[in-house]
Antibody, heavy 119, light 107 residues
């Protein structure tokens, strides 16, 4: 059974750096074609793709956020970490991680973690 | 970046009716790397369709996807009570992007 779980702080202050961890099981990020992606959703708004890391350690970022994002993986721990710098109240959202493989799309999602940015 | 535009924004239908949701891309989506997701309040999105027309594991056959290039459609043949939700399209041929969503509500 494939599962993913996001963890991180529920509250961060403006200008701080957010660090989120996605811990997964049931698949290996060493397998060719396998990827993990981060997506966020502000309250009442649409989904926004943030970043992706693949089995070969290639990394891809949202054009609009790439200067603030860093994605990395620890294959031995089955974890993917996303950092976002210079947090702002508009970054308040539920953050999801999801397994991704082409051509199968994002087929399994974590339950999400809610992050509020406020002083 | 490929922009996806979904229409309509809201679809008001009754159980048993047919739902047709549209997703238009600002440029051609390579290899039909187009997916549809369903999201219910308080839940994570669920993959319904990938590759424009392939149903994900466990998805009922009342859900179908079609289209290529820049125009894609999700059809729900007969709405069940549990189908009232928000639906998002996503392209993943290049840097992934999502549409803004279509809400299917009970009329």
């Amino acid at each position: 059974q494939v599962t993913l779980r996001e963890s991180g702080p529920a509250l961060v202050k403006p200008t701080q750096t957010l660090t989120l961890t996605c811990t997964f099981s049931g698949f290996s990020l060493s397998t060719s074609g396998m990827c993990v992606s981060w997506i966020r959703q502000p309250p009442g708004k649409a989904l926004e793709w943030l970043a992706l890391i693949d089995w070969d350690d290639d990394k891809y970022y949202s054009t609009s956020l790439k200067t603030r994002l860093t994605i990395s993986k620890d294959t031995s721990k089955n974890q993917v970490v996303l950092t976002m710098t210079n947090m702002d109240p508009v970054d308040t959202a539920t953050y999801y991680c999801a397994r991704f493989s082409s051509p199968n799309g994002m087929d399994v999602w974590g339950q999400g973690t809610t992050v509020t940015v406020s002083s | 970046e490929i922009v996806l535009t979904q229409s309509p924004g809201t679809l008001s239908l009754s159980p048993g009716e047919r739902a047709t949701l549209s997703c238009r891309a600002s440029q051609s989506v390579s290899s039909s790397y187009l997916a549809w997701y369903q999201q219910k309040p308080g839940q994570a999105p669920r993959l319904l369709i990938y590759g424009a027309s392939s149903r994900a594991t466990g998805i009922p056959d009342r859900f179908s996807g079609s289209g290529s290039g820049t125009d894609f459609t999700l059809t729900i043949s007969r709405l069940e009570p549990e189908d009232f939700a928000v639906y998002y399209c996503q392209q993943y041929g290049s840097s992934p992007t999502f549409g803004q969503g279509t809400k299917v509500e009970i009329k």
